[in-house]
C-alpha cells in the first residue's frame, strides 16, 4: 500500500481536492515503441478532430484547472495545466513530445481525460507521501531545470524532498528514467473535478503503460 495523504489545511481550504494513485511494478521502458507512436499520431488526429483551440478553456475540466491554478496564485495563460498544454499543442499543429514510452504513455491518458497526471520512479521516493504547503526555505528542483526556492506552494513531498509542485511540475530526481522499474502515478484532482474522472484517468494511465511496458499493477485507488 502506498502511504500518501492530503494535508488537512489543504483540503479545508481546497474542497473536492483529490489524488488518484497507481503503483505499477517491474516495468520495462524504452525509448521507443512502434504502436505506441502510432497511437499517438491517432490521439492526435483525434484531438483535432474533436475540439477547437478557441472552445478549450470553455471546456468543463480545463476550466476547473484554470480556476485553480488562479486560486493557488499561478496563472494559467502562461503556465497552463499539463493537460490543457497538451492538448493545445496538438490543435497547434505539432505532435506529443516524446520522452521514453512510459511517460508518452501516460501523456496519452492525461490528453484523453483532460486530468493532469505526473509519474515518478518509485525506488527513489521514501514515504510517506503528503500532499500540503511548502515550508519556508524548501528547495525544489524541475526536470531540465535549476534548483529553486519554493515559497507557499502546494507540493508533494516524500519524507525528504518535495517531489512536484501541484499540479504542475515534476521534480528532476523522481522523473522516469530508461532504467526505471517500479513506477508511481499521480493523477491530480481540483475542486470541480469529479473523483471518478480522477480513478478514470488512473486507471488509463496505468493500462497505457502495462500495454507499451510491461509490469504489473499492484494498486490504484483515490485519495481524498
Given amino acids: 500500500?502506498?502511504?500518501?495523504?492530503?494535508?488537512?489545511?489543504?483540503?479545508?481550504?481546497?474542497?473536492?481536492?483529490?489524488?488518484?494513485?497507481?503503483?505499477?511494478?517491474?516495468?520495462?521502458?524504452?525509448?521507443?515503441?512502434?504502436?505506441?507512436?502510432?497511437?499517438?499520431?491517432?490521439?492526435?488526429?483525434?484531438?483535432?478532430?474533436?475540439?477547437?483551440?478557441?472552445?478549450?478553456?470553455?471546456?468543463?475540466?480545463?476550466?476547473?484547472?484554470?480556476?485553480?491554478?488562479?486560486?493557488?496564485?499561478?496563472?494559467?495563460?502562461?503556465?497552463?495545466?499539463?493537460?490543457?498544454?497538451?492538448?493545445?499543442?496538438?490543435?497547434?499543429?505539432?505532435?506529443?513530445?516524446?520522452?521514453?514510452t512510459a511517460v508518452d504513455a501516460y501523456n496519452l491518458a492525461s490528453i484523453e481525460t483532460q486530468i493532469p497526471i505526473g509519474a515518478y520512479d518509485f525506488d527513489k521516493i521514501k514515504e510517506p507521501l503528503i500532499l500540503r504547503w511548502s515550508k519556508p526555505g524548501e528547495k525544489f528542483k524541475a526536470i531540465g531545470e535549476e534548483e529553486e526556492e519554493v515559497e507557499k506552494q502546494l507540493v508533494i513531498s516524500d519524507a525528504e524532498k518535495i517531489?512536484?509542485?501541484?499540479?504542475?511540475?515534476?521534480?528532476d530526481e523522481t522523473k522516469i528514467t530508461r532504467e526505471t522499474k517500479n513506477v508511481l502515478i499521480v493523477a491530480c484532482g481540483v475542486p470541480n473535478v469529479p473523483l471518478k474522472k480522477v480513478l478514470e484517468a488512473t486507471e488509463k494511465a496505468a493500462e497505457n503503460i502495462t500495454k507499451y511496458c510491461g509490469g504489473k499493477v499492484v494498486e490504484i485507488k483515490t485519495i481524498t
Fill in 1 to 100: 500500500m502506498v502511504e500518501i495523504e492530503i494535508n488537512k489545511d489543504v483540503k479545508r481550504e481546497f474542497e473536492g481536492i483529490s489524488l488518484g494513485i497507481a503503483l505499477i511494478k517491474n516495468i520495462h521502458v524504452e525509448k521507443d515503441n512502434d504502436k505506441l507512436k502510432a497511437k499517438m499520431r491517432e490521439i492526435e488526429e483525434k484531438i483535432r478532430k474533436q475540439i477547437k483551440i478557441e472552445d478549450l478553456k470553455a471546456m468543463p475540466l480545463i476550466k476547473a484547472y484554470r480556476k485553480f491554478y488562479w486560486r493557488i496564485k499561478i496563472d494559467p495563460t502562461k503556465q497552463r495545466p499539463s493537460a490543457e498544454a497538451l492538448i493545445r499543442r496538438i490543435l497547434r499543429g505539432k505532435n506529443i513530445p516524446h520522452i521514453n
Fill in 163 to 171: 517531489i512536484n509542485l501541484y499540479p504542475h511540475r515534476d521534480a
